[in-house]
């Protein structure tokens, strides 16, 4: 018979990227006395990665807690990047209602689209809360609206439909269940959030003399007991030092001991005796567990269905570094523990594949777009790994006997005078436009459907384009038949025709042939890209030529020239400019572009093979 838990909660935070989600999570737990005054405690507290504080957004859902009104609110927070989607999916399986997030200015994006999407297949209800309120340009009725229109798009029931709303200034800490245009917000703390909270998101459920059932929905690690199983227990209890029954992902079964058992309080996991029904837990004791596998009663086994998460859309190669260079500054270099590290990374990640290549010094890793696959790669690289990496490309399929690409949901947002540029770039690149308001503030909203090819490298060409003003965001969309082919990257590259070190005379003579990667002094080698060619094709250059000094005196000889400022290219962009003949030779203190084929005349003989 099913029995409700009134002193929990469970529930997710979901928003697209940076509309304050991680904010609100730290407002919480400061008015709920999670923290001591004068604790040192930073801002965004959640986002504990290096990579999370320096790129400004959430990579991993992380699970909190926090106690009001004798209820223990348990909060997950999830990415917004639709490339983390694995993420927010086993987010909303631990939870039974989420918190919409929605920019008062920016209003539902591409990832509000996708995240709301997950969570109301999930049949979970949904509370609206409008941030940012405090904005100059806010505009709360519209933003509203448009809510209510993304809910009917996806197909929302009456139910879902009917959800209440509460107005927020996260940053500030303050919320109300009213707003007036212009004016403040009445009220001094988020109590109206809390109390909303309490009264709307249901209490979990569960049946009474059922047997236990925990799911394993995330993974984490602890130097001194191994790997944590972050559960939520749906039925029965579980003990520490108690036999549980362990039903792998395989169909078998195995009976393992609870070596420790932890609940979350506040940013702290704390030892626990036992844990009921709607708890969120992490059990200690079970090397091998994984994600999607379920924790039962020994003598009453009954598994819960595996987690199931959206097929990768792109790919890209990862392999042993095998340039000039290799060597000189990471200390992981070969392809075993390359796969090694890959396989690490698939326990905790069910969004990616790894697949073996022609090559065995290789490996394709698939995942949900360039993002997550850049992370991945950063991560590595930070961790003392060389590597080579490839283009971005799409993954294929075929439906009904056709080739099938994924396509992407583009929204982006452009001051007017920028609106024919932009429709021209995504002209190219096959966009399809599929609406376009204007909002009277200066600013255009334009909303594409592209192929996810097209998208490769755009970003860097949009900023540049619209004078770094544009907004751009993307999600997975659906796939459509394929668009046919695309020119993406109309530039060609110039390419180091010998090895050595760079040399200002001669940088200063390429400068005029396009924009250059590299300053003097730098160590380049045969094949390496050093710059972009500002024609289409790609020029071999010398950029070691140093000049020859004679005995003859010029009038001119000591006019200063200066180099123009060279541009240092992130991971993001070498990866967004590389085509498929080039690669990026990643090390923990460098990225360099370079040929897949270093050697110059070995290109021209693949080019002319090719033509014939």
Same mark, same amino acid.
Request: net charge negative; charged share 30%; proline share 5%.
């Given at each position: ?65 926090? !106690? ?47 995240? &709301? ?5 999930? *049949?979970? #209800? ?13 505009? =709360? ?26 107005? /927020?200034?996260?940053?500030?800490? =303050? ?17 109206? &959030? ?5 009264? !709307? ?9 059922? #047997? ?29 030092? *108690?036999?549980?029954?362990? /039903? ?63 097929? #990768? ?24 523990? +390359? ?59 075929? +439906? ?21 540029? =932009? ?10 436009? %599929? ?44 796939? %459509? ?8 990257? !109309? ?19 390429? *400068? ?47 006019? &200063? ?16 400019? =590389? ?22 005349? *070995? ?10």
């Amino acid at each position: 018979m099913p029995a409700r838990r009134e002193d929990i909660r469970n529930v997710a935070i979901v928003a697209h990227v940076d509309h304050g989600k991680t904010t609100l999570v730290d407002a919480m737990l400061w008015q709920s006395g999670a923290f001591r005054q004068g604790q040192d405690v930073a801002t965004r507290v959640l986002d504990s990665m290096d990579l999370e504080r320096e790129k400004g957004i959430t990579i991993l859902a992380k699970n909190t807690s926090l !106690h009001y009104g004798g209820v223990k609110l348990n909060i997950i927070d999830t990415p917004g990047h639709a490339d983390f989607g694995g993420e927010v999916e086993r987010g909303l399986t631990m939870v039974d209602g989420v918190l919409l997030l929605v920019d008062a200015s920016e209003g539902p994006l591409p990832q509000t689209r996708f995240v &709301l999407r997950k969570a109301l297949a999930a *049949q979970l #209800p949904v509370i609206l809360v409008v941030n940012k309120v405090d904005r100059s340009d806010a505009r =709360v009725a519209e933003v509203v609206d448009e809510v209510y229109e993304l809910f009917l798009e996806l197909d929302a029931d009456e139910h879902q439909i009917e959800f209440p709303i509460v107005y /927020c200034n996260a940053k500030a800490g =303050v919320a109300s269940l009213g707003y007036e245009p212009g004016q403040e917000l009445a009220g001094s703390d988020l109590k109206p &959030l809390l109390d909303l909270l309490l009264e !709307h998101i249901p209490p979990p459920v569960h049946e009474e003399g059922h #047997p236990l059932q925990a799911l394993v929905t995330n993974l984490d690690a602890s130097p001194y007991v191994g790997r944590l199983a972050i559960c939520r227990v749906r039925n029965g209890s579980i003990r520490k030092g *108690q036999q549980i029954a362990w /039903c792998r992902a395989d169909g078998s079964i195995q009976r393992v001991q609870v070596a420790e058992l932890y609940v979350t309080e506040a940013l702290e996991r704390v030892d626990a005796a036992e844990a009921g029904p709607g708890e969120i837990i992490a059990v200690a004791g079970i090397a091998d567990v994984t994600i999607g596998e379920t924790l039962a009663d020994p003598d009453d086994p009954r598994p819960l269905p595996v987690i199931t998460v959206d097929e #990768p859309a792109m790919s890209i190669t990862l392999g042993v570094n095998n340039s000039p260079l290799a060597g000189k500054d990471g200390d992981k270099m070969t392809a075993r523990q +390359i796969k090694e590290r890959l396989d690490r990374e698939l326990v905790g990640n069910v969004s990616l594949r790894v697949r073996d290549t022609e090559r065995p010094d290789t490996y394709e890793v698939q995942g949900r777009g360039e993002l997550q696959l850049a992370v991945l790669v950063e991560m590595m690289r930070r961790e003392g790994f060389e590597l080579t990496v490839g283009q971005p490309r799409v993954l294929e399929r075929e +439906i009904d006997g056709k080739r099938h690409e994924p396509v992407e949901r583009l929204s982006v947002d452009v001051p007017e005078d920028h609106v024919g540029t =932009v429709t021209q770039l995504l002209a190219t690149r096959k966009g399809r436009m %599929e609406h376009m308001a204007n909002h009277g503030t200066g600013w255009v909203r334009m909303d594409y459907v592209v192929p996810a090819r097209g998208l490769i490298g755009f970003r860097t060409e949009f900023l540049t384009e619209t004078r770094g003003t544009g907004i751009m965001h993307h999600v997975f969309e659906a796939w %459509e038949p394929w668009a046919g082919e695309l020119l993406t990257r !109309h530039s060609g590259a110039l390419v180091s025709d010998r090895g050595g070190q760079t040399v200002s005379y001669s940088l200063m003579t390429l *400068q005029e042939r396009g924009q250059l990667f590299v300053g003097p002094g730098e160590e380049v080698y045969e094949g390496m890209i050093i710059g972009e060619n500002a024609r289409s094709e790609d020029l071999d250059v010398n950029p070691v030529k140093e000049k020859h000094l004679t005995n003859m005196r010029s009038s001119t000889a000591d006019v &200063l020239v200066r180099l123009d400022a060279h541009r240092r290219l992130t991971l993001d962009e070498a990866l967004e400019f =590389v085509r498929d003949d080039e690669s990026v030779e990643v090390t923990p203190t460098a990225v360099r572009m370079r040929k897949a084929e270093l050697s110059k005349v *070995q290109r021209l003989k693949a080019v002319r093979q090719a033509r014939k």
